[in-house]
């Protein structure tokens, strides 16, 4: 008996340890795609805005969906979330399967393009509606086609999909949480901007700055400078994240503009480096800058 419940323990755990949320290199994308038992083939997931890079050559049998067809507007704030049913709806149409890995990508290597954000936020969006096997293709687009791996301009449609009966919502957070939780001890705000927007220095926001009490750490830092889908090795950046206050034993909440580069900066913590308790603001600044009863703050904050 107890040789038999240690050979089902044996099979559960191995029929799950090939699941996971991370990166991937496109040689063993490619081996993924090629698999000889097409019940082991991935869901390949062309994240870009513009469907015109995707006629002009993709990831064969990849799928285009577009990342921001996933939001719109809500009682006035752009690009918010869609409601649950949609995003369900569209989930299934893009051929989401619960019993699939997921390989996503971009392109677009060089700041300021950042369809790395894409990948980043379809990769979020899948893992908060229950997705466990997510793979982003490391360095993207740009890497494969220098690893002179195959490109095509042919259509591919996935049949529709099968979603997990159970989500994972307790990845995001909403405002009157994280306003109720910030500045308590052992919990890490961060915004994910590149630094003059933090800091109010743009012409983009309807009001300047950031949340009272965050501290900025953009996304950009995590990537490789000549490949942005690039990600760089924990090792190298372990100081610069620990330096800045973004730690293992933090409880982490991260935000941006609208969500994108939260969703990188947020994928990296849990995924790459592991952190246990990482949490994305949905609403970033887009929702917190209309919320006028609520202050914004200017000057910088270092984490204590």
């Given at each position: 008996?107890?040789?038999?419940?240690?050979?089902?323990?044996?099979?559960?755990?191995?029929?799950?340890?090939?699941?996971?949320?991370?990166?991937?290199?496109?040689?063993?994308?490619?081996?993924?795609?090629?698999?000889?038992?097409?019940?082991?083939?991935?869901?390949?997931?062309?994240?870009?805005?513009?469907?015109?890079?995707?006629?002009?050559?993709?990831?064969?049998?990849?799928?285009?969906?577009?990342?921001?067809?996933?939001?719109?507007?809500?009682?006035?704030?752009?690009?918010?979330?869609?409601?649950?049913?949609?995003?369900?709806?569209?989930l299934v149409r893009a051929g989401i399967d619960r019993r699939r890995t997921?390989?996503?990508?971009?392109?677009?290597?060089?700041?300021?393009?950042?369809?790395?954000?894409?990948?980043?936020?379809?990769?979020?969006?899948?893992?908060?509606?229950?997705?466990?096997?997510?793979?982003?293709?490391?360095?993207?687009?740009?890497?494969?086609?220098?690893?002179?791996?195959?490109?095509?301009?042919?259509?591919?449609?996935n049949p529709p999909g099968s979603l997990p009966d159970k989500g994972n919502p307790k990845i995001a957070i909403a405002v009157d949480e994280l306003l109720a939780r910030k500045g308590q001890p052992g919990v890490i705000l961060v915004d994910a901007r590149p630094h003059n927007e933090y800091l109010g220095d743009d012409d983009v926001w309807l009001r300047k700055g950031h949340i009272p009490g965050a501290i900025s750490f953009h996304w950009a830092r995590l990537m490789e400078r000549d490949n942005t889908h690039q990600f760089r090795p924990f090792k190298q950046v372990q100081a610069e994240l620990e330096a800045a206050g973004l730690k293992a034993d933090k409880e982490i909440f991260v935000y941006c503009g609208t969500s994108r580069e939260g969703s990188l900066l947020r994928f990296y913590l849990k995924h790459v480096a592991k952190y246990p308790n990482v949490r994305l603001y949905e609403g970033s600044w887009k929702e917190y800058a209309s919320l006028k009863q609520h202050p914004a703050e200017l000057t910088e904050n270092k984490a204590k």
């Open positions: 008996m107890k040789r038999f419940l240690a050979t089902i323990v044996l099979l559960l755990t191995a029929s799950s340890a090939h699941a996971e949320i991370g990166i991937i290199s496109p040689a063993d994308a490619q081996q993924l795609i090629d698999s000889a038992d097409a019940s082991k083939r991935p869901v390949v997931l062309d994240t870009r805005g513009g469907y015109k890079d995707y006629f002009r050559g993709h990831i064969p049998t990849a799928h285009h969906i577009n990342f921001d067809t996933l939001r719109g507007t809500d009682r006035g704030v752009p690009v918010q979330y869609l409601p649950d049913d949609l995003t369900k709806a569209l997921h390989l996503i990508y971009a392109t677009g290597d060089k700041l300021p393009n950042d369809e790395i954000l894409s990948s980043s936020m379809v990769a979020y969006v899948l893992e908060k509606f229950g997705v466990e096997d997510i793979r982003i293709v490391d360095g993207g687009l740009p890497a494969w086609t220098q690893a002179k791996l195959p490109v095509t301009q042919e259509y591919f449609g």
